[in-house]
């Protein structure tokens, strides 16, 4: 199969290399119109552009490489997704590259214009949204043809997406509280600069208004997606609170949140799961390591990283444009001993009447 050549991109928009290779640097000296053409030809011939070629003629360089763009080192959610993309990429003759924005929006459109400048051949990315810039970067990528894959949805950009059913798994966790008696329910929610932030509250907000009880914005609860923002969130909340006007449950934005609740409850002798009840969410190693094993949402992290970089991969090797492909993974909702069920005899009351009337 014949590769595309920066000239054939110019023999197909009619203008020089040099036009091309402004166009793909975003130059400003280029007319609209010409820019246009040269993008044209880039998509109707699929056309990426190459980093440097230094290294290509090197007989030891058997690997291309991909790129992982996480949003934080420390987070293991990221670091189950890298083993998935690794696993899966290694297999195919690819090496991966990670490096990690830290919430960061400029950080990682500096990221994802040094891959571009690299022989790397498409990126999977953990999105930082920040306002109405978020995604010029992504344009940029999509302008030049560069492959990439998401691992959450931004608005008004059609790209690869695998990602996880939040709303969902969120409403299936809320059920299982309500059901067990719990009314008061409270959610320690994530950054701002995350989807997962707003899917998370949506399926919170959703379980409420599809049960008999009240919803109140005083129950979200902006924390953070770290264990010390969890502590920090928690000691707030309750520093001033009466015990008559404690929550029944915490259910925290991810389970480093939830860790860091749980130690704070602990400082403040609330008893888990005896007087509230705490749900995480990812099921990261930890999370079943702990003093009281945390109920969570298990994230399939691996499959997550596996099939992004399978659809990624897809992409790089076709020899013509692919359908955009939305991929929603299924959460899994695991019930350890951070929970328990909230005046049992007002539940068992609550089934029976449901049952006569059924």
């Not at 950080?107 to 930082?128: L, M, N, R």
């Not at 306002?131 to 030049?144: D, N, S």
């Not at 929550?247 to 609740?261: E, F, K, Q, W």
């Amino acid at each position: 199969m014949k590769k595309i050549t920066i000239d054939d991109v110019a023999k197909k928009a009619g203008v020089s290399k040099g036009t091309v290779s402004a166009v793909i640097n975003q130059k400003n000296i280029v007319h609209v119109e010409t820019r246009d053409a040269v993008i044209r030809a880039m998509k109707e011939l699929n056309y990426r552009p190459r980093g440097s070629a230094r290294n290509l003629k090197n007989p030891l360089v058997q690997y291309r490489s991909i790129g992982l763009v996480v949003r934080e080192l420390d987070n293991p959610f990221y670091t189950g997704i890298a083993l998935g993309v690794m696993e899966y990429a290694s297999n195919k003759g690819y090496l991966v590259l990670v490096a990690s924005s830290e919430g960061d929006h400029k950080y990682e459109e500096k990221i994802t214009q040094s891959f571009t400048g690299k022989d790397i051949k498409g990126a999977i990315i953990a999105p930082v949204l920040e306002g109405t810039a978020e995604i010029e970067h992504l344009f940029r990528l999509k302008m030049i043809n560069f492959p990439f894959v998401l691992l959450e949805n931004v608005k008004s950009i059609q790209a690869n997406v695998v990602s996880i059913d939040n709303i969902r798994a969120m409403k299936e966790a809320m059920k299982y509280l309500m059901d067990t008696g719990h009314s008061k329910i409270i959610h320690f929610a994530g950054p701002t600069h995350a989807s997962h932030t707003y899917e998370r509250i949506d399926g919170f907000r959703r379980a409420y208004s599809e049960s008999h009880y009240a919803f109140n914005s005083d129950m979200i609860i902006h924390a953070g997606a770290h264990l010390e923002d969890g502590h920090k969130a928690c000691v707030e909340y309750f520093e001033n609170r009466r015990r008559e006007d404690y929550p029944s449950a915490i259910v925290c934005y991810n389970d480093l949140v939830a860790l860091g609740v749980m130690a704070a409850l602990t400082e403040m002798n609330i008893k888990v799961p005896d007087e509230i009840s705490v749900v995480g969410n990812d099921d990261i190693p930890f999370s079943r390591h702990i003093p009281v094993d945390l109920t969570t949402i298990r994230a399939p992290l691996l499959e997550l990283g596996r099939k992004a970089a399978e659809v990624l991969i897809k992409n790089i090797e076709s020899s013509k444009p692919l359908p955009i492909e939305n991929i929603v993974l299924h959460a899994e909702f695991i019930v350890r001993e951070s929970t328990k069920p909230r005046a049992p005899a007002q539940v068992n009351q609550r089934m029976e009447i449901s049952q006569i009337s059924n």
